[in-house]
């Protein structure tokens, strides 16, 4: 090969290096100004009308001037009991399948099976729910059902996730563990999560989102009513959340300000999951700047 065709082949690959790099930013762009405008819009319209009022009193079902109160304290009550109920059995189940399960065929299928169930519409969750807790155990709607249905929507991801963050874990550092006589608990408590916490962390936040902006789940197992009383802690009791308030009010409600209530909520709804992943990213970004120093 002449250096003139050598010459010429570099020129064209660096040509090509820049307009992909170009493009990639392009569309990074193009998907951050996506979101804002998506953010401006929900929040411009929601953020205006907010106050303490509509936050704390109760929904109207024929009177203008209801609130979210209820729905929004079963919102985080059915997310509160789900992430008690699906954290330490997902994120055991990711540990036991990058550490501690052999690499067999049974493994390679349960892994496809958790990979499947994490696309799995969430409706069929919902189904599920309704069909054990409705109908067989006769509990009818209630907030237990509402999380533990959730749980279960949660898990096959919050694993999948957590396998691969602890699978990211560089091998000479659980070595260099072993070589200083830990045992493989040891290591994994000391080293292996702290080092996987931030893949973890983001799992979390995953799920926490969806669980918190889910509705198909929630209408099916804990129903599209609430108790009636603010603060309501019976497990057995309605629990209709914000997700399933913001669609009943968008496409049923009779109230006249039907649309304001919709536009408020929708605000609250993105709000609330903007400040979960900053909240769960907080002693994150804490951590790591602790360790650089």
Same mark, same amino acid.
């Given at each position: 090969m002449s250096e003139w065709t050598r010459t010429r082949k570099m020129q064209r690959s660096l040509v090509y290096d820049r307009l992909a790099t170009y493009g990639f930013y392009g569309l990074g762009i193009l998907v951050l100004l996506l979101i804002f405008w998506l953010l401006l819009t929900i929040l411009g319209k929601g953020l205006p009308g907010l106050s303490l009022e509509f936050l704390m009193k109760l929904p109207e079902d024929m009177d203008p001037g209801g609130g979210i109160g209820p729905v929004l304290f079963?919102?985080?009550? $059915? !997310? *509160?009991l789900s992430?008690? $109920?699906s954290v330490p059995i997902g994120v055991g189940a990711g540990i036991y399948m990058a550490e501690y399960a052999p690499p067999n065929k049974f493994t390679e299928v349960l892994r496809i099976c958790v990979e499947s169930l994490s696309s799995v519409p969430s409706i069929v969750f919902g189904m599920l729910g309704l069909a054990i807790f409705a109908e067989y155990f006769q509990i009818g709607l209630t907030i237990l059902g509402g999380a533990v249905s959730l749980a279960f929507l949660n898990?096959?991801? !919050? %694993?999948?996730?957590?396998? #691969? %963050?602890?699978? %990211?874990?560089?091998?000479?550092?659980?070595n260099a563990s072993y070589a200083l006589g830990m045992t493989k608990f040891q290591c994994i408590r000391t080293v292996i999560i702290p080092m996987a916490m931030q893949g973890i962390v983001t799992g979390i936040c995953l799920v926490?989102?969806? %669980?918190?902006? #889910?509705?198909?789940? *929630?209408l099916l197992t804990a129903g599209l009513s609430t108790s009636g009383e603010m603060w309501d802690f019976n497990l057995f009791s309605p629990g209709e959340t914000l997700a399933v308030h913001l669609w009943y009010v968008q496409s049923e409600a009779i109230v006249e300000d039907a649309r304001q209530i919709a536009d408020k909520s929708a605000a609250v709804l993105v $709000?609330?999951?903007l400040l979960m992943n900053l909240l769960f990213r907080i002693p994150l970004w804490i951590s790591n700047r602790r360790l650089k120093k």
């Open positions: 079963n919102s985080f009550y $059915i !997310l *509160i992430l008690l $109920i898990l096959p991801m !919050l %694993a999948r996730v957590t396998e #691969e %963050a602890v699978r %990211a874990v560089q091998n000479d550092v659980k926490a989102g969806r %669980a918190f902006g #889910e509705s198909a789940v *929630i $709000i609330v999951v």
